[in-house]
C-alpha cells in the first residue's frame, strides 16, 4: 500500500527556450550567481514541501555543469543545511556517488549528518553517469567493469565503517588502516568516529541495468531500490521488482512484491490529460534532451540524440514525446482523479509498495513546480494511507 509521497529536485536552474527546438543543453551557460541560485531553488522546494506531508525531498550529487542542469555539489552539506530550515521533511540523498569519494570521508560526512538532524538524513549511494564527473575526480567511469569494482568495495567500507565498532579492510583498492607506527604500536584497526546514532542506515540505490549482481550486492549490504521510469506493465519495472525480490530471498529475507522499493514518476496536473501534456511537454523534451544522450533512458538511438543535440534536425527525426511517456506509465498527467487512478492501478499490482516519488520534469520553473508540489500533496495524496497528506489537504 503507498503511504509514502517524495519528491525530488537535481539543482537546475529556471531555463530558456526549452524543448526540442529550443536552445542545445551543450549551448547553455550561465553565470556563477545564476547557478548559485540553484541552491536557494532548493531552499524553496523543502520548505513548500515540509509540512504539506510528503515524506523525502532527494537530491542529487553533481560537478561541473555550467549549463545549469545538476548544480549541487555536495549533498550532505545541503541536507544538513535545510534540515535547519524545516520541521518534519526527511532529506535524500540522491545520491552520493562513491567512485567519487573516499570512502571512509563519506562515511564520517554521513555519520555527522544523521547526527546533527536527528536522523533526518537519508543516505543514498550510486556509481554516476557522467564521465566528466567521475573521471575528472580520478575514479574510472568509461571501463565500466572497474567502476563497479571500486564502487563495491567503496560501499562495503562504509558499511563496515557504520556497524563495526572497530574495522580493518583489505582489498584492491584500499588498505586500511596502513600498517604504520602511530602512538607506540603498529596501526591495526580504526574507528569511526562519531558512528551514526541510528543503525542500521536506511540506504538506498538507483536500478538501472537491474543485474543479478547489482540485486545481490543491495542485498547484502540490505540496500532499498529506487526504479524510475514508472510502471510500464510487462517491461522493466515488472522484471526489477520480481529479480529486486528474489536476491533477498536468495539471502533468506522475504519480501512483497514492491517492498524497500520506491517507483520515481514525473507529473503534471491540470484541468485534463490534454493539457497537462500540452503544458509539460516542452519540459519533458528539456529532460529527454539531458538524460537521452546519457543513456538513462532506454531504446534512444543514435540519430535521436544527434537530433536533440541540434534543433535543425528535429522536423526529420521521430523523437520521444510526452504522449509515449504518458501511454507507457512513467509520466503521470491530467486532473488529480486521472493520477489517482493511475497510482491505485500499480499499488494494486505491486502490493509491497509503499513509497513512490512525484517530480517535476528537468526543465520546470520554480514557480511552476512549486504550485504543482502543493497541487499534488493537497489533491492527490489525499487519496492514500497518508495521514500526514490528510493533515495537511484539511
Same mark, same amino acid.
Given at each position: 500500500?503507498?503511504?509514502?509521497?517524495?519528491?525530488?529536485?537535481?539543482?537546475?536552474?529556471?531555463?530558456?527556450?526549452?524543448?526540442?527546438?529550443?536552445?542545445?543543453?551543450?549551448?547553455?551557460?550561465?553565470?556563477? +550567481?545564476?547557478? *548559485?541560485? %540553484?541552491?536557494?531553488?532548493?531552499?524553496?522546494?523543502?520548505?513548500?514541501?515540509? $509540512?504539506? &506531508? !510528503?515524506? #523525502?525531498?532527494?537530491?542529487?550529487?553533481?560537478?561541473?555543469?555550467?549549463?545549469?542542469?545538476?548544480?549541487?555539489?555536495?549533498?550532505?552539506?545541503?541536507?544538513?543545511?535545510?534540515?535547519?530550515?524545516?520541521?518534519?521533511?526527511?532529506?535524500?540523498?540522491?545520491?552520493?556517488?562513491?567512485?567519487?569519494?573516499?570512502?571512509?570521508?563519506?562515511? +564520517?560526512?554521513? *555519520?555527522? %549528518?544523521?547526527?546533527?538532524?536527528?536522523?533526518?538524513?537519508?543516505?543514498?549511494? $550510486?556509481? &554516476? !553517469?557522467? #564521465?566528466?564527473?567521475?573521471?575528472?575526480?580520478?575514479?574510472?567511469?568509461?571501463?565500466?567493469?572497474?567502476?563497479?569494482?571500486?564502487?563495491?568495495?567503496?560501499?562495503?567500507?562504509?558499511?563496515?565503517?557504520?556497524?563495526?565498532?572497530?574495522?580493518?579492510?583489505?582489498?584492491?583498492?584500499?588498505?586500511?588502516?596502513?600498517?604504520?607506527?602511530?602512538?607506540?604500536?603498529?596501526?591495526?584497526?580504526?574507528?569511526?568516529?562519531?558512528?551514526?546514532?541510528?543503525?542500521?542506515?536506511?540506504?538506498?540505490?538507483?536500478?538501472?541495468?537491474?543485474?543479478?549482481?547489482?540485486?545481490?550486492?543491495?542485498?547484502?549490504?540490505?540496500?532499498?531500490?529506487?526504479?524510475?521510469?514508472?510502471?510500464?506493465?510487462?517491461?522493466?519495472?515488472?522484471?526489477?521488482?520480481?529479480?529486486?525480490?528474489?536476491?533477498?530471498?536468495?539471502?533468506?529475507?522475504?519480501?512483497?512484491?514492491?517492498?524497500?522499493?520506491?517507483?520515481?514518476?514525473?507529473?503534471?496536473?491540470?484541468?485534463?490529460?490534454?493539457?497537462?501534456?500540452?503544458?509539460?511537454?516542452?519540459?519533458?523534451?528539456?529532460?529527454?534532451?539531458?538524460?537521452?544522450?546519457?543513456?538513462?533512458?532506454?531504446?534512444?538511438?543514435?540519430?535521436?540524440?544527434?537530433?536533440?543535440?541540434?534543433?535543425?534536425?528535429?522536423?526529420?527525426?521521430?523523437?520521444?514525446?510526452?504522449?509515449?511517456?504518458?501511454?507507457?506509465?512513467?509520466?503521470?498527467?491530467?486532473?488529480?482523479?486521472?493520477?489517482?487512478?493511475?497510482?491505485?492501478?500499480?499499488?494494486?499490482?505491486?502490493?509491497?509498495?509503499?513509497?513512490?516519488?512525484?517530480?517535476?520534469?528537468?526543465?520546470?520553473?520554480?514557480?511552476?513546480?512549486?504550485?504543482?508540489?502543493?497541487?499534488?500533496?493537497?489533491?492527490?495524496?489525499?487519496?492514500?494511507?497518508?495521514?500526514?497528506?490528510?493533515?495537511?489537504?484539511?
Amino acid at each position: 500500500m503507498i503511504t509514502k509521497f517524495d519528491s525530488s529536485y537535481v539543482g537546475t536552474v529556471d531555463m530558456e527556450e526549452l524543448g526540442y527546438l529550443g536552445k542545445p543543453i551543450n549551448d547553455r551557460w550561465y553565470s556563477n +550567481e545564476e547557478l *548559485a541560485g %540553484a541552491l536557494h531553488k532548493a531552499v524553496a522546494y523543502a520548505r513548500t514541501m515540509d $509540512g504539506l &506531508g !510528503y515524506d #523525502t525531498f532527494w537530491m542529487a550529487e553533481h560537478h561541473f555543469q555550467p549549463e545549469g542542469t545538476e548544480c549541487i555539489p555536495n549533498l550532505l552539506m545541503m541536507a544538513t543545511h535545510l534540515a535547519g530550515l524545516t520541521r518534519n521533511l526527511r532529506l535524500g540523498c540522491g545520491f552520493n556517488i562513491v567512485p567519487m569519494w573516499h570512502p571512509l570521508r563519506l562515511a +564520517e560526512d554521513y *555519520a555527522m %549528518a544523521d547526527i546533527l538532524t536527528g536522523g533526518r538524513v537519508v543516505f543514498g549511494v $550510486g556509481r &554516476g !553517469y557522467h #564521465t566528466r564527473e567521475v573521471e575528472t575526480f580520478g575514479s574510472p567511469l568509461t571501463d565500466q567493469a572497474a567502476n563497479r569494482e571500486l564502487f563495491e568495495e567503496g560501499v562495503d567500507i562504509v558499511f563496515k565503517a557504520f556497524n563495526e565498532e572497530r574495522f580493518s579492510h583489505h582489498g584492491k583498492h584500499y588498505t586500511l588502516p596502513p600498517a604504520v607506527p602511530y602512538r607506540g604500536y603498529t596501526l591495526k584497526e580504526l574507528t569511526l568516529v562519531p558512528r551514526p546514532m541510528r543503525l542500521p542506515v536506511e540506504c538506498w540505490q538507483p536500478i538501472q541495468s537491474g543485474s543479478a549482481r547489482a540485486f545481490d550486492f543491495m542485498a547484502k549490504h540490505g540496500i532499498s531500490g529506487v526504479i524510475g521510469g514508472g510502471s510500464a506493465e510487462g517491461g522493466a519495472v515488472d522484471r526489477h521488482m520480481v529479480e529486486f525480490r528474489a536476491a533477498y530471498a536468495r539471502r533468506g529475507v522475504e519480501l512483497a512484491l514492491g517492498e524497500r522499493l520506491s517507483l520515481g514518476y514525473q507529473f503534471f496536473i491540470a484541468e485534463s490529460r490534454e493539457a497537462a501534456m500540452r503544458a509539460a511537454a516542452q519540459y519533458y523534451e528539456e529532460n529527454m534532451k539531458m538524460f537521452g544522450e546519457l543513456r538513462l533512458v532506454r531504446a534512444i538511438t543514435e540519430e535521436q540524440i544527434a537530433a536533440m543535440r541540434d534543433p535543425r534536425l528535429v522536423p526529420g527525426i521521430r523523437l520521444p514525446r510526452i504522449e509515449d511517456a504518458v501511454k507507457a506509465g512513467g509520466f503521470l498527467a491530467g486532473t488529480p482523479d486521472d493520477i489517482i487512478a493511475e497510482l491505485k492501478a500499480v499499488e494494486k499490482r505491486y502490493p509491497g509498495l509503499e513509497r513512490v516519488s512525484c517530480s517535476m520534469a528537468l526543465g520546470t520553473p520554480l514557480s511552476v513546480a512549486l504550485e504543482q508540489l502543493e497541487r499534488f500533496a493537497k489533491e492527490v495524496m489525499p487519496a492514500f494511507g497518508s495521514p500526514a497528506a490528510r493533515a495537511a489537504a484539511d
